[in-house]
């Protein structure tokens, strides 16, 4: 069975990803999905790589 | 197990007592003519009228919920609170609908920009133990509900905005998994730090702040025309927690309890995607449904972030001295 998974761009915040089961980082670990819905760190500032801790509020959006 | 009715702390919360009770009186209640918003006595009496609607109380019949009188007394206290909320908020929301913008965006954008003194930063590096500990307890009013209300608003929301509330709630309630009900996290929290983690242990201890900020809760999701701003109280919440619950898992690691630190560490990652549903699915849609309903989720979102910082001011005044609006005192009206 494959399980859609669907992934969402949010403004100036993270990617959210539904039905994801192991998400990949930039060096290639896998990290196991272990909520319905997780949101992956876009600003590259989180310090809970590859997720989001809410960082990017502390990144003004002017300077990007 | 059934809670014991809290005791009474003045007139108001005593005729609630005398009532729930049974015991008949007829002398007439006069309210003090000052905010209820930081007064203990009526915070206490509207959070046990409130919670006949949860769990109810050891010795007081569950048909007291719909008590006339028990009614009556419950809906003269929420048109004070909400008149109160509303006029401390007035200027906030008229500011940010002037502002305008994706009603997502402005709840995010209000969550960030919330005035008052940064607690969770004083949290992370200067409290005492026992200050933490005093914040746990002061917390566990709302916490050990964590969620309740807002499973009422459920049922009055419609398609994407159902959906989002139901994706949230199912990750708040464990999702699928007892032993992660954020309600029971935060218990163990409670009794690893040597706190009882029984349902309203500390609901005679807790400030009237601390009972503002779970009553308001109630107030808008206990209440059907204050379906929208319950959505934008709840996403403006879910928006001021994962950043602070990092500094907070940070300060609880620092002083040694250990104990504590998991239900914060969750709530890093679990209210870094709640946010964005709650602020954009959930309020997105509602908004798009009924584009009046915008002024309202506003109100909400205001409310959050008033509490916040009333609660704000009055633990750091404990802690630190600092003078700030306490008990007894004008309530200050938030500055736009």
Redesign the interface.
Known sequence: MTTEVRVRVCPQGPVLVRGAQRVLDEDGVEHLVTRPVVAVCACDRSARKPWCDGTHKSVRSDRT | MSVELPESCGPVSHRVRETLLGRATSNPLVMKDQSVTCDRDAQLALWTVYELSYRGFAGVHAGREWDPEVVALRLGLEDRFEGELRDATRARVSAELDVGGDVG?VV?RMA?DAEGPNLSAFLRREATRAQLVDFLRERSVQQLKESDPQAFLVPRLTGAAKVALA?LQ??EFG?GRPATLHQQLYADALASSGLDPAYGAYVNDVSAVSLASANVMSLFCLNRRLLAAGVGHFAAFEASS??PS?RIAAGLERVGLDGAVRYFDEH??????H???AA?DLCGALVAGDPKAVNEVLFGAACTSYLDCLSGTELMARWTGDTGPRDHQQTPVMAS
């Open positions: 965006d995010l960030r994706e199912y990750d999702a994962s950043v990092r890093v990652e679990a209210d870094a995607v946010e964005q549903i954009r």
